[in-house]
């Protein structure tokens, strides 16, 4: 994990599965057993799929929450505790306001190795191999 490494593990908050976690989990994974399990995830889902977002148009939002309920190819229920946990991690440390504006301040001043210009050279490199192409403006 690129940006852990780059501000440490207390200037972070990271939350779900990790990829042998997901790797583990998808062949038997059934996304209802968390929405069962759950019932602050039952009641978000109760609450979008009943229009409590889209009262303008009622059903707006059903087909996510069928494919969420029946597939959920990226396992969002999965992390949702997780992801609960985490923001209740957030809430905490915003608090300490000073705390906060280090972190935030490190985090800014860290976070220059992940640009997009190193990020798309990198793909490049290590996996789509393109050729450098040069591209010229035409005169009108």
Request: proline residues 4%; negative net charge; glycine residues 4%.
């Amino acid at each position: 994990m690129e940006i852990l490494d780059e501000v440490g593990k207390d200037n972070i908050i990271i939350f779900g599965l990790t990829a042998e976690e997901v790797a583990g989990l998808k062949p038997h994974y059934n996304p209802r057993d968390y929405c069962n399990n759950n019932p602050m995830l039952k009641r978000v889902l109760d609450l979008v799929s009943g229009g409590f977002f889209s009262t303008h148009e009622l059903g707006l939002f059903q087909p996510i929450v069928d494919n969420l309920l029946s597939r959920d190819p990226y396992l969002v229920l999965a992390d949702f505790q997780a992801y609960c946990d985490a923001q209740d991690r957030v809430d905490q440390s915003y608090r300490d306001r000073e705390a906060w504006t280090q972190k935030a301040i490190l985090n800014i001043a860290r976070s220059g190795k992940f640009s997009s210009d190193r990020t798309i050279l990198e793909y490049n490199r290590d996996i789509w191999n393109a050729k450098p192409m040069c591209v010229t403006r035409e005169k009108k």
